[in-house]
């Protein structure tokens, strides 16, 4: 998912057995971070706001949450 911005990715990716949402630039140039990590959850970004400082995710089918960019 982009940020509302444009300039950042955020996506689920699997590392060390543990799914966790994770950000990079969107033109794949430097590295990337670690937004959330949830084990055991199946973490889901869904939307930026659109200063791009906020995350809204979801884990399984309703429950949402907010973190900081």
């Known amino acids: 998912?982009?940020?509302?911005?444009?300039?950042?990715?955020?996506?689920?990716?699997?590392?060390?057995?543990?799914?966790?949402?994770?950000?990079?630039?969107?033109?794949?140039?430097?590295?990337?971070?670690q937004l959330v990590s949830m084990p055991g959850q199946v973490l889901s970004p869904t939307s930026t706001s659109p200063d791009g400082r906020v995350l809204v995710f979801s884990s399984g089918f309703s429950t949402l949450f907010v973190a900081n960019l």
Do not use: I, P, Q
């Open 1 to 33: 998912m982009f940020s509302a911005d444009g300039k950042w990715v955020v996506y689920r990716a699997t590392r060390n057995g543990t799914r966790n949402l994770w950000r990079r630039l969107a033109d794949g140039s430097g590295a990337e971070t």
